[in-house]
């Protein structure tokens, strides 16, 4: 207590130094808790939860049996999940090129000469996003109602005389994912139609330019300067629709439940059923620790083998 | 008196949101507790969920109900310091069975003292439910002295539909409606004029398959209906019935067979899937399905995008299943000038060599019965939640909740007494079946398996009914899945011992008549196109 | 891709007629191919407003034009029908967009500005949830709100979702904070002010914009949300709109006249707040928020 001069200077000053530190980790700590709260109790707990219970046969209250890797095994030998693996790849076909696919119209609305017909078509085009997706989906189940009276898709076919095309367009096993991925045709409002534009925006007025006076047409422009330069954006809308599609099961259960003869059945689905229709949550759990495993592997190769969309969400922010 | 729904419950992780949305969104402010208060057995708050919530207009209660309100309400009036509340039913949205909300009920301690069941088809835990046949042996005293019931409470039900004796020897239900041929097929008069018929087909599927035809002749789709298995069940429970299988499945001998029964059943081979009784009603129903609708094999009722019974209110099907759901639609656009039911018709020979002559006899199954549950047992109530429904199920009370439900859902009386109901003769002949003892309680077709089993079934019978499979192969799907799932409910219920007896019994069982029978492929040829 | 030529107005040649002529023409076609397309697109919404105002008979007789008189009543019963679920749906979304933007605000201020111990482990912590899809949480979370009590309650849709909203905000509000500059919090740092303060004073003020994106990701998300309402809630009156709405639907008292109607009210409110964001600062903003 009596040698303390220039040595209690520097320890007083460690001591604040550590106690600031310790103040900004407080802080810090009561800035996060009521996010970790949440976290908490409603996304790793759950997590963990389920990713525990696939080893168990399980109805998520009284029944809970160890159970192994059985549940795994059926999931590989379930005929439902074939069918809905199978499904979901004609799913993942379809949907991907309609999210591709407004990168096409956007180019068209792009390459109009007029700012104000831009703005026009730009607006419009993004409008039908306003409705909520439940609503179109109710309103294209109206589309293909069976009845030749009051479907409209089949009253329209009768008043071009071709009766004979009339059918109950989402209870033919045959054409059922066809007509589901026919929904909202022509699949131009929705978000990657606003991203693909706003890629096609960014693009330097000057490299247009060049291109124009490098006497480019419009299609070897597209393939050689637009899509290079947007591919970020392309890449985004794929993985996010990759994520999106794997357990996608919403739709599906509203429009056909699965059916007929389970022609629309998805992975999604089949967990749905499986838990809360079927009482087998752990079977249930197996199947979405299987997404969860899919969709995880999917991103990293897509990461892998692309530019990270993240990544260059920070370095556009940061422009 | 507190009608509104109040239900316990705990808020958490509120802190930091805005107040107001806490007051609008907090439910009633859940009731203070004070259990340590009751337990004296006659007062307190009794909660129970009926099937249907009073006062509340559902898809199958197109008119809301009140009498349980009323009757209540005198029932407290004679028992000062009771309140009887009335809570959600457990199964209220269609995303999950009633026995999950029962179980999640249970795991959250939220079931209500008395809680409605389908007459305990579902083996339910043991713990979670209480006994009641020492109740049921006991007096109603409600009842005037002299008439069924006033000695032994149970003397109140038909022998038929006597409360179901689970396999452990012991009662847990008390049956306040069974649903006889309930589900009421509604028809257009000037449809069936026009096409030459003068009312609702007679009794049997010959002749309501045979007024589909004529109609169908006439140029108009004759039904509108899903494909719900409504018409396939009451077949199989006719067949099961006709070919002397019931007894062998139902061995505690109560005119029931529960899960477990069944599952013995098709554990020691008495329940075959390629059995003519579940085969045959599959081929009949694949041809009836000619006289639906066109897209029926889509339409799901809540989720279509059109409403259900619409293609029969405008007119462009001359008849429609289930039409209690609208009722009050139908009443209003042309009432029964108009429109007319009839019930489920029954099964003859004409359709099946194993139907008989006549037509046979009326099945009917529980559609609302009353379980006490465990949390009774934790307040203490399980006297007054019996006392209560002693009340419940007077004959003048029971009448009145029938007489309410005739115009919305036909459901049938179970107990005796109820000859003065003031109903149409139509029902009046099904409470005599069962005084003439023709009535048989049903076989329940639909408690083979799990959920799961009956995904497979339903895709399977969608891939036949589309000709995407033959019958063989839908057949022969079924009865593969079919060991999984028994395997599954012996796992859920610890039967594996008893199974292994079960499997033993396969040696001693004489098959059932049904001779060289092999699954057909060919179509069903309905009797009056042969 | 038809014809459109890349010349912008600035690079055209004003002395080539000829090519003025096919140019013109070939504008002409890339109009025309946008309004086909345009056609397309409003094609089912066209007729669902159409249906919205005819009585069924109407719309047996005249399906593809307007029938008259209009079935104004169809609103009136839709409305009757609906008007309670867009009330809990409203509830719902506005109490899970103050959970998220108060949490996640608070958080991605930690995550930003403020150096703390293992600060980019917790963050990738939160990041991690990203890739947890949502039917993997499905089950979980269920049983969670039967636990807890919180069944048939909107509470169980509102702790949730914003729980759920919550990694995606902290994602786009750190990137945000961390790119105001440093020397605004310097200088409040000088004067005394607290963590909280600067929160409070500088780093909400300026975040106005991306707090109202994140806003109307979480309201549109949860807003249209089906699936988790159908397993939460049980009773009608506590229905959100898309569970509503697909009652309405099942429903067998509706035709298709109020049905429409029904859709088309549906629509307005995440109209409404959509148009209002467009015609303010964040509409610029919101295609960049997507990027």
Known sequence: MSVQTADAGLDSKLWSGRRRALRRNLTAFLFLLPTFLFLAIFMYQPTVNVIYHTLFRWDGFTVERYVGFKNFITMVNDPNMHIASRNLGWFFLGWMLQRISPFLVAELVFNLKRERSKYWYRTLFVLPMVVPFLVTIMIWKFIYNPLPTTGVLNRMLGSFGLEQWQTAWLSEPSLVILALLFVSFPWISGWPFMIFYAGLQQIPSEVLDASVMDGCNVWQRMVRIDIPLVVTSIQLVAIQTMIGIIQEFAFVLIMTAGGPAKASLVPGLLLFMAAFRGDQMGYGATIGVTMFIAIFILTLLSFRYTTSPFARTRRTRET | MNRALSRRQFLIGTGGLAAGLIAACAMPAAPMEDDATEGSGMTGELTIDMQYVPGKVTADTPVALHEILHIASEYEDMHPGVEVIFEEPFKATEAMTQPTYFRAGAAAGTLPDITFTYGLTFIYDKDTIVPTTEYLNQPNHYIPAGQPGSSRWLDQWFEDVHPIVLADGNNYDIPVGWGGPGLVIAYNKEIFAEAGLSGPPEKTYYDYYQACEQILDMGTIPVESTLLSWEWDRMVDYLVRAMGLFELIDINGDGFCDDVEQTRAAVAGIVRLDSPYWVEPTRIWKEATNYYQPGYLQMAQTTSAIGYGEVFMTEQTSMVWNANRIWPQLMELGGTDKFGVFNLPRLTNKLTPWGEEDPTWLIARGTESKTVTKTARERGHIDLAVDFLKFMTTPANTARLIHERLGTNLVLPTIKGLEDLEVDDDVKGLVSDYEADTAKPGFSSDRIGDWHFWYEWFSAIQAYFADDMTLEEMIQIQIDVLPTFIENFLVDKELHAEAAEWEKMQADYTPPPWGDYTVPNEPFVMPFNA | ?291
């Not at chain 3, 019963?77 to 719902?92: D, G």
């Not at chain 3, 067998?252 to 109209?271: H, R």
């Open chain 3, 1 to 291: 891709m038809t014809g459109q030529t890349v010349d912008r107005p600035f690079t055209s040649s004003p002395d080539a007629a000829p090519v003025e002529l096919g140019a013109r023409f070939k504008s002409a076609l890339h109009h025309a191919l946008l309004l086909f397309l345009l056609l397309l697109t409003f094609f089912p919404f066209f007729i669902a407003i159409l249906t919205s105002l005819k009585s069924f008979q109407q719309l047996l007789s005249n399906f593809w034009l307007p029938a008259f008189p209009l079935q104004l009543h169809n609103y009136v019963m839709a409305w009757n029908e609906i008007y309670r679920s867009i009330i809990n749906s409203s509830l719902v979304s506005l109490g899970a967009v103050a959970g998220v933007l108060l949490c996640a605000s608070l958080a991605s201020y930690a995550f930003a500005r403020i150096d703390f111990a293992w600060r980019d482990g917790a963050y990738y912590l939160v990041l991690s949830l990203l890739m947890i899809p949502g039917v993997l949480t499905l089950i979980g979370r269920y049983l969670l709100i039967v636990q807890f009590g919180l069944m048939n309650s909107l509470w169980g849709l509102i702790l949730p979702y914003i729980a759920g909203g919550l990694a995606f905000a902290v994602f786009l509000l750190t990137g945000f904070f961390s790119d105001l500059p440093e020397e605004l919090f310097e200088a409040a740092r000088m004067d005394g002010g607290t963590e909280l303060q600067m929160y409070r004073l500088i780093a909400l003020p300026l975040s106005r914009p991306i707090m109202a994106i994140v806003g109307l990701l979480t309201f549109l998300s949860t807003w249209g949300d089906y699936v988790w309402p159908l397993l939460v809630l049980r009773s009608p009156e506590k229905f959100t709109l898309m569970l509503g709405l697909a009652k309405f639907t099942g429903n067998s008292q509706v035709m298709f006249g109020p049905l429409m109607a029904g859709y088309v009210i549906a629509s307005v409110p995440t109209a409404i707040i959509i148009i209002l964001m467009m015609r303010t600062f964040a509409g610029a903003a919101l295609v960049g928020a997507f990027k």
